[in-house]
């Protein structure tokens, strides 16, 4: 979930909370100008940082929800050794109360990508648990209806779409999306890879699978016509190197972090 739903289901729920947001920095910072942090009574949600910065933050924003009708203010903290830190720089925190009016700005979190993901299995739902908290915007894709979990509340930036012809749904997404293919079928694999490259204009196009199933794929593809450019550009095997093991949970995360490796 991300931190703006979270401060809505907050708000709904009338639970008291303070916003702590890094406001300005100077030097070496844990974090960036506009990172936020909610805090209640018994809660913290996301960080500014950690280390002794976020507990006074975190002391300074619940002796804020004690007043019971706090008012926004600034606080200035140099880093170093009052602090316990080694960061050497200084950071500018506000506190304000979580309200309609807040909630109404809140900045829009800037997508580091859009992803088509087909498959609902195993490494599927592993990839969407990994996704949750991103800021990014996802399609996960399957023609199996009952293979999408159903005691799982999926998160607003993440749509399930279950279709009977799940490649006709690649050329939905936008130009520079990303894709991942890792369905229960290898011919259902092979359709939708090869309407992705046949489109071209993707930011990474991954298909699971081993070297073998990469040749096998390749040889199609050359015999549809599929330019080198477009194969050269396929990745398969997915995942970072170096991440061994084909635990779903593990796949998932060196495919991720491949992922997060585009950059913004």
Known sequence: MTQRAAAARWLAKGRPAVIVEVSATKGSAPREAGTRMLVSADQALGTIGGGHLELMAIDAARTMLA????????????????????????????YAPLDEQALRTWPAAASRFFLQLYGAGHVGRAIVNLLAGIDCQVQWIDEREQEFPLDVNLPEHVEKVCVDTVEAEVRQAPPGACFLVLTHNHDLDLRITEAILKRGDFRFAGLIGSATKRARFMHRFEARGIGADALGRLTCPIGVPGIAGKEPEVIAVAVVAQLLQLGP
């Open 67 to 94: 007043q019971g009708e706090p008012q926004p203010f600034e606080r200035h903290y140099p880093l170093g050794p009052a602090l316990g830190q080694c960061c050497g720089g200084a950071v500018t925190l506000r």
